[in-house]
């Protein structure tokens, strides 16, 4: 039995009819229009005719639930989740609110298809500063068929995960610049090593990211995004310490979202700058068994060390230049966008 009051179970697949599997209570309609998320930098992709995400204009992210047991599984636990009494209320906050279910018409023209009802998280910002951050140095679990953990594992060891703990899933920075955005290709930024990771967490706080700038860059949104009492850091301490008590479940192969505005001007000194740590994808929720999830604590240990040290040493000149990305597809560009799946 799992410490928490709500049942973590995997929904039966008793009725094959996939709109069938979910539990009515959760299936509602609403007729609104749907659009492709302009800020999505990791993922599968709607665009292109792709199954993918997709929101509305009051703040909702719709996310396909995968046919597999991906998708039984992301339901499971945002309905285990919201129902646990076990979790402190300052920790639901670094989770996107779930609305349940919906049917909605899906991106691959498939037609109706049930969706998970989130809050956008980059809803109503004109400029987001986004960073997918893959935690963990193995995106496997044993539960896993073998055939995945092969894939998993071969990508864990090709890209930044086994060594740092993490792997840079995807990104967008704007400039200061009007419709200036640096999305990197998402291939080249996985694989990134340490100098280079370091390098890109100071782009994402500067006023201008592009990566063939021979200067380093600014970090002059560093302290009001990274630091103060309510910034990224702040919010990632608070996170690992329930991660040192928590063991209901393990959130293999989950991921950091960070999040801010980017602002023409520059915050007062000290002053916030809304910047936010949420915590997305869900699919390889497994149950923790009374045991610490040490996968993830670590990885994120190693991603908050990054973090602090930019904010001790702003200055420290980048031992590397981004050449390596700049070169492939990597310039800040107008309005770039990622690839999709
Ligand atoms: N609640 C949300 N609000 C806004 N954007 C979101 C939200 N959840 C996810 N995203 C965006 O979508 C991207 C992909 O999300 P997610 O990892 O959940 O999808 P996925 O298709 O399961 O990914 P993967 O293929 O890596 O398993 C994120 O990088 C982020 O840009
Ligand atoms: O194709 P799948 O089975 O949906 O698995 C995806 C995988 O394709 C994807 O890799 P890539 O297409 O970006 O190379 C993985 O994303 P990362 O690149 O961030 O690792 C996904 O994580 C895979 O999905 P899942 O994690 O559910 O196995």
């Known amino acids: 039995m799992l410490e928490s009051d709500a049942k973590f179970t995997i929904f039966p697949r008793q009725i094959k009819d996939q709109e069938s599997r979910f539990p009515t209570c959760f299936l509602s309609f609403r007729h609104t229009m749907l659009k492709v998320p302009e800020h999505q930098v990791a993922g599968h992709q709607a665009l292109g005719g792709h199954l993918g995400p997709l929101i509305d204009d009051s703040g909702r992210f719709y996310k396909p639930l995968q046919g597999d047991e991906r998708g039984s599984k992301e339901m499971s636990f945002y309905t285990s989740f919201s129902s646990n009494t076990r979790v402190p209320e300052h920790i639901r906050r670094f989770f996107p609110v779930f609305h349940g279910t919906q049917l ?5 023209g498939s037609g109706r298809k049930p969706h998970l009802v989130l809050e956008d998280v980059t809803s109503g910002q ?3 500063c986004v960073m997918d951050i893959k935690i963990g140095s193995r995106t496997w679990y044993s539960e896993s068929s073998e055939d995945y953990i092969q ?14 703990g993490f792997r840079i899933s995807g990104l967008q920075v704007y400039g200061n610049k009007e419709s200036e955005v640096w999305k990197p290709e998402r291939k080249v930024v996985q ?3 340490a100098d280079e990771v370091r390098l890109v967490l100071k782009r994402f706080v500067s006023s201008d990211p592009s990566p063939d700038l021979e200067s380093n860059p600014d970090c002059c949104y560093a302290s009001s995004v990274y630091g103060g009492s309510t910034g990224i850091l702040a919010q990632l301490l608070e996170l690992k310490a329930w991660f040192e008590d928590q063991t209901t479940y393990h959130f293999n192969s989950c991921s950091v979202l960070m999040l801010y505005e980017k602002k023409p001007l520059l915050p007062k000194k000290g002053g916030s700058s809304a910047a936010e740590v949420k915590l997305i994808d869900f699919a390889h929720v497994t149950e923790g068994k009374g045991v610490i999830d040490h996968n993830f604590l670590g990885g994120l240990c190693s991603f908050i060390k990054f973090i602090s040290e930019i904010l001790t040493n702003p200055d420290e000149q980048s031992p590397r230049a981004c050449s390596q990305y700049s070169d492939k597809n990597g310039g800040a560009t107008e309005n770039g966008a990622a690839e999709s799946k």
């Open 151 to 164: 894939r998993c594992l071969k990508k864990d060891m090709e890209t930044s995960s086994l060594s740092l």
């Open 104 to 108: 909605v018409e899906a991106s691959d």
């Open 191 to 193: 694989k990134l090593d």
């Open 126 to 128: 004109f400029k987001p």
